[in-house]
Protein backbone atom coordinates (compact mmCIF):
# COMPACT_ATOMS: atom_id res chain seq x y z
CA UNK A 1 0.00 0.00 0.00
CA UNK A 2 1.04 3.27 -0.99
CA UNK A 3 2.40 5.64 2.07
CA UNK A 4 2.24 9.51 2.19
CA UNK A 5 5.90 9.32 1.45
CA UNK A 6 5.45 7.98 -1.81
CA UNK A 7 3.39 10.89 -2.92
CA UNK A 8 6.73 13.58 -2.74
CA UNK A 9 9.18 10.90 -4.03
CA UNK A 10 12.52 11.29 -3.30
CA UNK A 11 12.23 14.96 -2.54
CA UNK A 12 11.26 14.01 1.36
CA UNK A 13 14.55 14.39 1.65
CA UNK A 14 14.98 17.68 1.12
CA UNK A 15 14.07 19.88 4.25
CA UNK A 16 11.69 22.03 2.67
CA UNK A 17 9.54 18.90 1.38
CA UNK A 18 9.88 17.30 4.85
CA UNK A 19 8.32 20.12 6.29
CA UNK A 20 5.41 20.45 3.57
CA UNK A 21 4.77 16.40 4.71
CA UNK A 22 5.02 17.06 8.23
CA UNK A 23 2.45 19.45 7.55
CA UNK A 24 -0.13 17.59 5.69
CA UNK A 25 0.64 14.44 7.86
CA UNK A 26 -0.60 17.05 11.12
CA UNK A 27 -3.93 18.46 8.99
CA UNK A 28 -4.42 15.06 8.25
CA UNK A 29 -4.64 13.53 12.20
CA UNK A 30 -6.09 16.85 13.09
CA UNK A 31 -9.47 15.89 11.11
CA UNK A 32 -12.12 15.05 14.07
CA UNK A 33 -13.48 12.55 11.97
CA UNK A 34 -9.77 10.96 11.12
CA UNK A 35 -9.21 11.24 15.06
CA UNK A 36 -12.59 9.53 15.54
CA UNK A 37 -11.50 6.67 13.31
CA UNK A 38 -8.36 6.11 14.38
CA UNK A 39 -9.60 6.30 18.18
CA UNK A 40 -12.51 3.71 17.60
CA UNK A 41 -9.65 1.41 15.59
CA UNK A 42 -6.48 1.97 17.44
CA UNK A 43 -6.24 -1.75 18.37
CA UNK A 44 -6.19 -2.77 14.85
CA UNK A 45 -4.02 -0.45 13.45
CA UNK A 46 -0.04 -0.86 14.47
CA UNK A 47 1.44 2.23 14.44
CA UNK A 48 3.95 1.48 11.25
CA UNK A 49 0.84 0.55 9.09
CA UNK A 50 -0.49 3.63 9.98
CA UNK A 51 2.45 5.68 8.55
CA UNK A 52 1.64 3.64 5.33
CA UNK A 53 -2.01 4.60 5.32
CA UNK A 54 -1.68 8.61 5.87
CA UNK A 55 -2.07 8.92 1.86
CA UNK A 56 -5.44 6.86 1.99
CA UNK A 57 -6.84 9.43 4.90
CA UNK A 58 -5.95 12.44 2.92
CA UNK A 59 -7.66 10.97 0.10
CA UNK A 60 -10.82 10.54 2.26
CA UNK A 61 -10.33 13.96 3.70
CA UNK A 62 -10.10 15.61 -0.31
CA UNK A 63 -13.01 13.13 -1.23
CA UNK A 64 -14.96 14.33 1.93
CA UNK A 65 -14.36 17.88 1.32
CA UNK A 66 -14.80 17.86 -2.58
CA UNK A 67 -18.13 16.20 -1.82
CA UNK A 68 -19.55 18.93 0.84
CA UNK A 69 -18.73 21.60 -1.16
CA UNK A 70 -20.64 20.98 -4.23
CA UNK A 71 -17.98 19.43 -6.17
CA UNK A 72 -18.09 16.80 -8.63
CA UNK A 73 -15.85 13.81 -7.43
CA UNK A 74 -14.40 11.62 -9.92
CA UNK A 75 -16.75 9.01 -8.29
CA UNK A 76 -20.07 10.82 -8.96
CA UNK A 77 -23.05 9.47 -6.62
CA UNK A 78 -20.52 7.79 -4.70
CA UNK A 79 -18.95 8.79 -1.12
CA UNK A 80 -15.75 8.15 0.73
CA UNK A 81 -15.81 5.73 3.85
CA UNK A 82 -13.01 4.53 5.92
CA UNK A 83 -12.52 1.51 6.87
CA UNK A 84 -9.45 -1.08 8.36
CA UNK A 85 -8.25 -4.10 5.77
CA UNK A 86 -5.12 -6.07 7.21
CA UNK A 87 -4.02 -3.57 9.58
CA UNK A 88 -4.04 -0.86 7.13
CA UNK A 89 -6.27 2.04 6.82
CA UNK A 90 -8.53 1.92 3.17
CA UNK A 91 -10.81 4.51 1.31
CA UNK A 92 -14.08 2.59 0.08
CA UNK A 93 -17.05 4.48 -1.75
CA UNK A 94 -20.97 3.95 -1.22
CA UNK A 95 -23.75 5.42 -3.08
CA UNK A 96 -25.05 8.51 -1.23
CA UNK A 97 -28.89 8.57 -0.03
CA UNK A 98 -29.61 11.16 -3.00
CA UNK A 99 -27.41 8.84 -5.89
CA UNK A 100 -29.94 5.87 -4.19
CA UNK A 101 -33.18 8.31 -4.25
CA UNK A 102 -32.29 9.14 -7.31
CA UNK A 103 -31.57 5.69 -8.80
CA UNK A 104 -34.88 4.11 -7.20
CA UNK A 105 -37.12 7.06 -9.16
CA UNK A 106 -35.49 5.75 -12.36
CA UNK A 107 -36.38 2.41 -11.64
CA UNK A 108 -40.17 3.70 -10.87
CA UNK A 109 -40.04 5.75 -14.41
CA UNK A 110 -39.00 2.61 -16.42
CA UNK A 111 -41.29 0.70 -15.13
CA UNK A 112 -44.19 2.21 -16.37
CA UNK A 113 -44.52 2.98 -20.26
CA UNK A 114 -46.49 6.02 -21.03
CA UNK A 115 -47.13 5.75 -24.24
CA UNK A 116 -48.60 9.06 -26.16
CA UNK A 117 -49.37 10.00 -22.79
CA UNK A 118 -48.72 13.99 -20.70
CA UNK A 119 -45.04 13.34 -18.86
CA UNK A 120 -47.08 14.91 -15.63
CA UNK A 121 -48.75 11.30 -15.46
CA UNK A 122 -45.68 10.26 -14.18
CA UNK A 123 -45.70 12.03 -11.15
CA UNK A 124 -49.71 10.80 -9.75
CA UNK A 125 -50.51 9.06 -6.70
CA UNK A 126 -53.51 7.86 -5.09
CA UNK A 127 -52.89 9.83 -2.29
CA UNK A 128 -52.42 12.97 -4.45
CA UNK A 129 -55.52 12.85 -6.16
CA UNK A 130 -58.55 14.91 -4.73
CA UNK A 131 -61.03 11.79 -2.93
CA UNK A 132 -64.33 13.52 -3.29
CA UNK A 133 -67.12 11.32 -2.55
CA UNK A 134 -68.02 10.58 -5.90
CA UNK A 135 -64.26 9.04 -6.57
CA UNK A 136 -64.62 7.29 -3.09
CA UNK A 137 -66.10 3.66 -5.41
CA UNK A 138 -63.19 4.22 -7.94
CA UNK A 139 -60.30 4.71 -5.34
CA UNK A 140 -61.61 1.99 -3.19
CA UNK A 141 -61.61 -0.08 -6.32
CA UNK A 142 -57.83 0.71 -7.21
CA UNK A 143 -56.90 0.21 -3.78
CA UNK A 144 -58.59 -3.39 -3.81
CA UNK A 145 -57.13 -4.51 -6.96
CA UNK A 146 -53.46 -3.52 -5.88
CA UNK A 147 -53.53 -4.98 -2.49
CA UNK A 148 -54.67 -8.23 -4.21
CA UNK A 149 -52.25 -8.26 -6.72
CA UNK A 150 -49.50 -7.91 -4.37
CA UNK A 151 -50.80 -10.36 -2.06
CA UNK A 152 -51.22 -12.94 -4.98
CA UNK A 153 -49.30 -11.92 -7.85
CA UNK A 154 -49.53 -15.35 -9.59
CA UNK A 155 -53.30 -15.16 -9.67
CA UNK A 156 -55.79 -13.62 -12.36
CA UNK A 157 -57.40 -10.31 -10.91
CA UNK A 158 -60.37 -8.49 -12.76
CA UNK A 159 -58.78 -5.30 -13.12
CA UNK A 160 -61.20 -1.81 -14.09
CA UNK A 161 -63.25 -0.23 -16.43
CA UNK A 162 -63.65 3.10 -15.79
CA UNK A 163 -66.41 5.05 -17.16
CA UNK A 164 -67.33 8.93 -16.91
CA UNK A 165 -67.52 11.56 -18.53
CA UNK A 166 -65.05 14.16 -20.04
CA UNK A 167 -62.02 15.73 -17.11
CA UNK A 168 -63.13 13.66 -14.50
CA UNK A 169 -60.34 11.95 -13.89
CA UNK A 170 -60.25 8.67 -15.42
CA UNK A 171 -56.71 9.07 -17.31
CA UNK A 172 -55.15 10.29 -13.49
CA UNK A 173 -56.61 7.86 -11.88
CA UNK A 174 -55.18 4.74 -13.84
CA UNK A 175 -51.73 6.83 -13.88
CA UNK A 176 -52.04 7.05 -10.12
CA UNK A 177 -52.45 2.90 -9.94
CA UNK A 178 -49.57 2.62 -12.09
CA UNK A 179 -47.37 4.52 -10.46
CA UNK A 180 -48.74 2.60 -7.20
CA UNK A 181 -47.80 -0.97 -8.65
CA UNK A 182 -44.21 0.59 -10.04
CA UNK A 183 -43.68 0.75 -6.24
CA UNK A 184 -44.45 -2.89 -5.87
CA UNK A 185 -42.17 -3.97 -8.72
CA UNK A 186 -44.65 -4.22 -11.68
CA UNK A 187 -44.21 -3.10 -14.50
CA UNK A 188 -47.55 -1.49 -16.43
CA UNK A 189 -48.02 0.48 -19.91
CA UNK A 190 -50.42 2.80 -20.03
CA UNK A 191 -51.34 3.81 -23.82
CA UNK A 192 -53.58 6.12 -25.67
CA UNK A 193 -55.64 4.50 -27.63
CA UNK A 194 -56.99 6.77 -30.54
CA UNK A 195 -53.52 8.11 -31.34
CA UNK A 196 -52.28 3.96 -31.03
CA UNK A 197 -54.64 3.54 -33.93
CA UNK A 198 -53.28 5.98 -36.05
CA UNK A 199 -49.50 4.64 -34.95
CA UNK A 200 -50.47 1.07 -36.03
CA UNK A 201 -51.99 2.09 -39.35
CA UNK A 202 -48.51 4.32 -39.85
CA UNK A 203 -46.05 0.98 -38.28
CA UNK A 204 -47.42 -1.16 -41.30
CA UNK A 205 -45.54 0.36 -43.76
CA UNK A 206 -42.13 0.54 -41.79
CA UNK A 207 -42.62 -3.26 -40.84
CA UNK A 208 -43.28 -2.81 -36.82
CA UNK A 209 -46.44 -3.48 -36.56
CA UNK A 210 -45.88 -7.00 -35.08
CA UNK A 211 -43.42 -5.65 -32.52
CA UNK A 212 -45.61 -3.43 -31.60
CA UNK A 213 -48.82 -5.54 -30.93
CA UNK A 214 -46.30 -8.09 -29.32
CA UNK A 215 -45.58 -5.32 -27.05
CA UNK A 216 -49.38 -4.57 -26.46
CA UNK A 217 -50.15 -8.85 -25.59
CA UNK A 218 -46.98 -9.21 -23.25
CA UNK A 219 -46.90 -5.92 -20.94
CA UNK A 220 -47.56 -7.59 -17.63
CA UNK A 221 -50.04 -5.08 -16.87
CA UNK A 222 -51.60 -2.73 -19.61
CA UNK A 223 -54.16 0.24 -19.27
CA UNK A 224 -56.12 1.22 -22.69
CA UNK A 225 -56.94 5.13 -22.22
CA UNK A 226 -60.23 6.59 -23.91
CA UNK A 227 -60.76 3.46 -25.81
CA UNK A 228 -63.90 4.33 -27.63
CA UNK A 229 -62.81 7.46 -28.82
CA UNK A 230 -61.07 6.21 -32.06
CA UNK A 231 -62.19 6.41 -35.45
CA UNK A 232 -64.62 3.52 -36.39
CA UNK A 233 -62.07 0.54 -37.91
CA UNK A 234 -62.64 -2.86 -38.39
CA UNK A 235 -59.34 -3.50 -38.84
CA UNK A 236 -58.28 -1.81 -35.51
CA UNK A 237 -61.26 -4.01 -34.00
CA UNK A 238 -60.20 -7.51 -35.60
CA UNK A 239 -56.96 -7.37 -36.00
CA UNK A 240 -55.36 -5.15 -33.40
CA UNK A 241 -58.22 -4.66 -29.92
CA UNK A 242 -59.34 -8.24 -30.38
CA UNK A 243 -55.64 -9.95 -31.17
CA UNK A 244 -54.26 -8.28 -27.36
CA UNK A 245 -57.63 -8.58 -25.47
CA UNK A 246 -57.87 -12.51 -26.54
CA UNK A 247 -54.30 -13.06 -25.64
CA UNK A 248 -54.53 -11.14 -22.47
CA UNK A 249 -57.51 -13.39 -21.47
CA UNK A 250 -55.84 -16.37 -22.71
CA UNK A 251 -52.99 -15.44 -20.49
CA UNK A 252 -54.85 -13.81 -17.60
CA UNK A 253 -52.94 -10.72 -17.82
CA UNK A 254 -54.36 -7.76 -15.84
CA UNK A 255 -55.86 -4.88 -18.48
CA UNK A 256 -57.62 -1.53 -17.83
CA UNK A 257 -59.72 0.62 -19.47
CA UNK A 258 -61.06 3.51 -19.32
CA UNK A 259 -63.70 5.55 -21.70
CA UNK A 260 -66.37 7.82 -22.07
CA UNK A 261 -68.84 4.84 -23.23
CA UNK A 262 -70.58 2.73 -20.80
CA UNK A 263 -68.97 -1.25 -21.92
CA UNK A 264 -72.45 -1.12 -23.79
CA UNK A 265 -72.13 1.59 -25.78
CA UNK A 266 -69.22 0.38 -26.41
CA UNK A 267 -70.38 -2.51 -27.91
CA UNK A 268 -72.22 -0.25 -30.03
CA UNK A 269 -69.44 1.76 -30.93
CA UNK A 270 -66.98 -0.98 -31.87
CA UNK A 271 -69.97 -3.03 -34.35
CA UNK A 272 -69.96 0.03 -36.59
CA UNK A 273 -66.85 -0.30 -39.62
CA UNK A 274 -65.85 2.58 -40.90
CA UNK A 275 -67.83 1.59 -44.07
CA UNK A 276 -70.94 1.85 -42.57
CA UNK A 277 -71.80 -2.51 -42.11
CA UNK A 278 -73.06 -2.89 -38.87
CA UNK A 279 -71.21 -6.33 -37.75
CA UNK A 280 -72.71 -7.28 -34.01
CA UNK A 281 -71.31 -10.57 -33.48
CA UNK A 282 -67.74 -8.96 -33.54
CA UNK A 283 -68.11 -6.49 -31.45
CA UNK A 284 -70.22 -8.82 -29.27
CA UNK A 285 -66.31 -11.31 -29.50
CA UNK A 286 -65.02 -8.28 -28.60
CA UNK A 287 -66.44 -7.18 -25.14
CA UNK A 288 -66.67 -10.54 -23.95
CA UNK A 289 -62.73 -10.55 -23.67
CA UNK A 290 -63.23 -7.22 -22.47
CA UNK A 291 -66.18 -8.09 -19.51
CA UNK A 292 -63.57 -11.09 -18.39
CA UNK A 293 -60.21 -8.81 -18.22
CA UNK A 294 -62.44 -6.39 -16.44
CA UNK A 295 -65.32 -4.74 -14.22
CA UNK A 296 -66.87 -1.41 -14.62
CA UNK A 297 -66.75 1.50 -12.16
CA UNK A 298 -68.20 4.83 -12.73
CA UNK A 299 -66.20 7.71 -11.88
CA UNK A 300 -68.96 10.98 -11.54
CA UNK A 301 -67.96 14.40 -11.05
CA UNK A 302 -67.13 17.87 -12.79
CA UNK A 303 -65.07 18.35 -15.34
CA UNK A 304 -61.98 18.83 -13.52
CA UNK A 305 -59.69 19.45 -17.10
CA UNK A 306 -60.26 23.59 -16.73
CA UNK A 307 -60.61 24.08 -13.44
Do not use: C
Not at 170 to 189: S, V
Request: glycine share 4%; proline share 3%.
Amino acid sequence: MEGMQDLFGNKTATTEFQQQYQKIVAEVLQDKEVQQFLQEHQDEIPQENLVKSYSALLEYIQQRDARNQGVETYIKGMEPLLRVNQGFVEVVYRPTQEFIQKQQQQDLTNRIHAINMPKNLLQVTLNSLDITKERQETFQASLQFINELSAKPNEFHRAIYLVGSFGVGKTYFLAAIANELAQLGFETTLVHVPTLSSELKSAIGANRLEEKVEFLKTSPILMLDDIGAESNSAWFRDEILMIVLEYRMMQQLPTFFSSNLTIEELQEHLSVSNRGDVELLKAKRLIERVRFLSKEIFLAGENRRYS
